[in-house]
């Protein structure tokens, strides 16, 4: 993604120094290796574009799609005034230091008030670092202030970063913010951030939760590669909001049964074990680790 904007650029570093990423947050570390780069983490400071496929667009004539775009906004920008957000912000300026890739991962939640959870993969030349926030599993997940390191399955990180690449597709624009019903479900946003500038993000929230042909989508999807999936998102370049039934909500769903399980992969592969949210697989078709 083109970093060329000196407007959004200097935008972002505000934004992202108001709120931990940036060397005002504490009075002795300052961002460290490819962090201190201008404009290095645009991505957390403006999400990808909105995709909402939900089962009704409007009410009583009125458009129902500011009330989305609102949730989304209420999401993005209460981050900055929780303490795991500066935490994670912190974390990606001066633990990992001189990495050569970041992939953060960030789990917001809602129960009375948004919460927020992250994951983050580095690939530095001491091997891969990852830590989270998070603790739980399968379903049930809840955040605290203090990160903590996770074993790394060096295997299971190939391969994410091997799933990552072949959805990286230099030619088309691969970012997209998936929202499939406005309910209270966890939005995941996955960041893949290069050392020499490379990045994408996309989002999930809700996918598979509404009635809808999901299995069609899904089988269609199957054979489809990231390139055609990209094209399809980029036949609407902005927000957009369209009901679930439609060809276009059609479509948004084969978006969707490529991003999800990437990002479900992406998950498992990190953490170690998944978190059956991202798929919305039920509670009943499971027997939980011991």
């Not at 957000?85 to 990606?92: E, P």
């Not at 955040?143 to 030619?171: G, K, M, N, T, Y």
């Not at 990231?226 to 439609?246: A, G, N």
Request: with cysteine; net charge negative; aromatic share 12%.
């Amino acid at each position: 993604m083109a970093r060329g904007c000196v407007r959004l650029a200097m935008c972002a570093t505000f934004l992202l120094s108001a709120s931990g990423c940036g060397p005002d947050y504490l009075p002795h570390y300052a961002p460290k290796g490819p962090s201190a780069d201008a404009g290095m983490f645009m991505s957390l400071a403006y999400w990808p574009n909105r995709h909402f496929a939900v089962r009704e667009v409007e009410h009583e004539g009125e458009s129902l799609k500011p009330r989305y775009d609102w949730e989304v906004n209420y999401f993005h920008m209460e981050r900055p005034s929780q303490a795991p957000f500066r935490t994670l912000c912190a974390l990606v300026n001066t633990y990992f230091q001189d990495w050569e890739r970041l992939v953060i991962i960030e789990r917001v939640g809602t129960t009375s008030e948004p919460w927020f959870g992250y994951i983050v993969l580095g690939v530095t030349p001491d091997g891969p670092k990852a830590l989270t926030n998070l603790e739980g599993r399968l379903w049930d997940w809840k955040c605290r202030l203090e990160p903590r390191r996770l074993r790394v399955d060096q295997r299971a990180i190939q391969d994410v970063l091997a799933e990552l690449d072949a959805a990286d597709v230099p030619s088309v624009e691969m970012t997209g913010l998936l929202w499939f019903e406005e309910r209270d479900w966890p939005l995941y946003l996955l960041h893949d951030l290069r050392r020499d500038g490379r990045e994408f993000s996309f989002g999930v929230r809700a996918y598979r939760v509404a009635e809808a042909d999901w299995a069609k989508a899904e089988a269609e999807s199957r054979d489809m590669g990231w390139d055609e999936i990209s094209h399809l998102l980029e036949k609407h370049p902005k927000s957009e909001c369209v009901r679930l039934d439609s060809r276009r909500g059609f479509e948004l769903m084969m978006v969707g049964a490529k991003y999800a399980p990437l990002m479900a992969t992406a998950w498992k592969g990190i953490m170690g074990v998944e978190d059956r949210g991202i798929m919305n697989h039920p509670y009943e078709d499971v027997t939980e680790p011991e």
